[in-house]
């Protein structure tokens, strides 16, 4: 669906790849500001699905609320030409244009880029990348990305940094200060706080469902059942805390199901729970029958599944090679980071948090306070104010 602007209003067009639950929520908040239209252009081959499946658990993720719903967007092809001629129609179309892009591995992107440099038209790039993202890319392809990064980000007006690591990236290749906006991972606070309100008087009835004593301890973890995002640390953790008081839920499917099954097979744990794959409406009440969140990603840009966790009032224990951590997890005041790999550690933090159970709301409420200036309300004005000021809309 194509919007009319009227030329007192910003136009904001964003390019990305397909949507997600991270993206839809702004959006949704950046159309309900009424001195903004947007207009969402995903950039897909002819017959794609925009909803792909995720390589990493070898199947679609169900996301199961209205991803094309409450905003406006269009598809255009993936090439060069066609992110070259978007630019170029939508920042003739009215004077207080700006243009987002989600990362730059399309060559529609790199036509965006060039049409605006043609136009003089205001984009900024967003970037999750870190120096600390273990990529696999060769050593020749980084040699030439050290010299050749920074003269593409000097072409880019502005450059949207998803958290402290994202900004260290950045500024790695060379970006000034004129250049970048914070411009964090979102979810729907909002969303999950009524979902969690729904969720907590049930507490007791979910956790009888999974055979979980009300007054147990319960740990949950949230991830890929792949290497990369290691589920598998966390229930040997658990398997050498060995505590009968303790339960730990696992969410998630992936190539290292059958492995993980062996492994909880092997140890006759029955305080560990494998739910499988759940669908994302469904999550808020796997956080509200939990005490403690746990990420143990060897390797992660982000994972927003910490934003969920202290949205629903959780502390988190998280690797240190977590992203959300870096910027989130404040060591012992509303969880605790530990070297990613180390199940000694982990298991150490785990049994802290037995040890101090009371102490547990008070973390929780820390990480909830936190999530405010984290939120898809709060960044969607944060985005329009800077707009406002870049472009004296």
Not at 24 to 37: A, M, Q
Not at 327 to 341: A, E, F, K, M, Q
């Amino acid at each position: 669906m194509i919007i009319n602007s009227r030329s007192d209003k910003i136009l904001i067009v964003y390019w990305l790849d397909h949507p997600s639950q991270l993206d839809v929520p702004l959006f949704r908040y950046l159309t309900s500001d009424s001195g903004v239209d947007l207009l969402v252009i995903y950039c897909s081959s002819p017959g794609r699905d925009l909803l792909p499946e995720d390589k990493e658990i070898e199947r679609k993720p169900i996301w199961d609320f209205g991803l094309f719903e409450g905003y406006s967007y269009i598809t255009i092809g993936s090439s060069f030409i066609d992110g070259l001629r978007s630019v170029i129609k939508y920042s003739n179309k009215n004077n207080n244009f700006f243009g987002i892009m989600a990362g730059t591995n399309k060559p529609a992107f790199l036509g965006v880029i060039v049409g605006s440099l043609i136009c003089k038209a205001d984009i900024m790039v967003r970037y999750d990348s870190t120096l600390n993202y273990i990529t696999g890319t060769p050593s020749i392809r980084q040699k030439l990305k050290k010299y050749l990064l920074p003269l593409f980000l000097s072409q880019i007006t502005y450059l949207g940094y998803t958290g402290k690591w994202a900004r260290a990236y950045l500024e790695n290749y060379g970006a000034t200060e004129r250049q970048l906006f914070w411009f964090p991972y979102t979810i729907d606070n909002q969303m999950f706080e009524d979902a969690i309100r729904q969720a907590g008087p049930l507490k007791e009835k979910l956790r009888n469902e999974m055979m979980i004593n009300i007054n147990a301890m319960v740990f949950l973890v949230i991830a890929k059942f792949n290497v990369r995002e290691a589920p598998m640390d966390a229930i040997k953790a658990f398997n050498l805390m060995n505590d009968p008081n303790t339960s730990l839920i696992v969410v998630g499917d992936g190539p290292q199901m059958s492995e993980i099954r062996e492994l909880v097979a092997e140890n006759v744990n029955e305080n560990i729970h494998l739910v499988g794959y759940v669908s994302y409406s469904n999550l808020p009440k796997y956080y509200a029958s939990a005490d403690v969140f746990i990420h143990p990603a060897h390797n992660e840009c982000w994972g927003a599944s910490v934003n969920e966790a202290m949205v629903c009032e959780l502390p988190v224990i998280a690797a240190d090679m977590v992203g959300a951590a870096a910027d989130l997890v404040s060591h012992g005041v509303n969880g605790y980071i530990y070297p990613h790999g180390d199940i000694n550690s982990l298991c150490g933090f785990m049994k802290q948090c037995v040890t101090n159970r009371t102490n547990l709301p008070v973390m929780g409420r820390h990480s909830k306070n936190m999530m405010d200036a984290w939120g898809a309300m709060t960044t969607s004005q944060r985005l329009i104010n800077f707009i406002i000021e870049c472009t004296g809309a």
